[in-house]
Nanobody, 129 residues
């Protein structure tokens, strides 16, 4: 079992910024495919950004391209989501997700939540004036 812990959520005004962090306590190495998903009230959970360190690729959903940046720090055992120019439509609970530790990468369907084995509890982001 891999535990994921998110932090960094909060309330900001439109145009503001937040940086989300996802850490894996206990010294467990990050998997080769880590993702950020979000779930708005009444909506399905959707993929936001994925980093495939196994194959050196990064993916973003269209609505966040140019505003969000996913990164990974193996020395800190953490994955980050830098969010800029936040919009009210970004309001959601954000979840960190990981595939199996033994996977070489993300495989197909990087935004398919069924491909991810481990999930954090989520951190809430509210964008409102």
């Amino acid at each position: 079992q891999v535990q994921l812990e998110e932090s960094g959520g909060g309330s900001v005004q439109p145009g503001g910024s937040l940086r989300l962090s996802c850490t894996v306590p206990g010294g467990t190495k990050l998997s080769n495919c880590m993702g950020w998903f979000r779930q708005a009230p009444g909506a399905e959970r959707e993929g936001v950004a994925v980093i495939d360190s196994g194959f050196g690729r990064i993916y973003y959903t269209d609505s966040v391209k140019g505003r969000f940046t996913i990164s990974q720090d193996n020395t800190e055992n953490a994955v980050y989501l830098q969010m800029k120019n936040l919009e009210p439509e970004d309001t959601a609970v954000y979840f960190c997700a990981s595939v199996s530790r033994w996977a070489s990468g993300c495989g197909g369907g990087v935004f398919d939540r069924n491909a991810y084995l481990y999930w954090g509890q989520g951190t809430r982001v509210t964008v409102s004036s």
